[in-house]
């Protein structure tokens, strides 16, 4: 079975940054893409950045100049560098890793606020 393990997720200051990780238990060679979605409360969940086996990314218009997915092949993690964050940035963050099925963490909390 998958496992998806989020990290790097807590409080910080709005312009602030944050780094979060995922890990999974199989090489993300494995899986046609890999991607972050965030979900804030009384909202839907929704796309952040996804990025392919082959490198290909794509990135929601609120991420875009701000955000950064990449991976290390060797560690089977994908990271989500997160810059400048702001307040409506809340949210709690999930990592989705997409083959024949969908897989998906527990999930991670960001908070921005002063």
């Known amino acids: 079975q998958v496992q998806l393990v989020e990290s790097g997720g807590g409080l910080v200051q709005p312009g602030g940054s944050l780094r979060l990780s995922c890990a999974a238990s199989?090489?993300?060679?494995?899986?046609?893409?890999m991607g972050w979605y965030r979900q804030a409360p009384g909202k839907q969940r929704e796309l952040v950045a996804s990025?392919?086996?082959?490198?290909?990314?794509i990135y929601a218009d609120s991420a875009k100049g701000r955000f950064t997915i990449s991976r290390d092949n060797a560690k089977n993690t994908v990271y989500l560098q997160m810059n400048s964050l702001k307040p409506e940035d809340t949210a709690v963050y999930y990592c989705?890793?997409?083959?024949?099925?969908?897989?998906w963490g527990q999930g991670t909390q960001v908070t921005v606020s002063s």
């Open positions: 989705r890793a997409a083959r024949q099925f969908d897989y």
């Open positions: 199989l090489s993300i060679f494995g899986f046609n893409s």
């Open positions: 990025i392919t086996s082959v490198g290909l990314t």
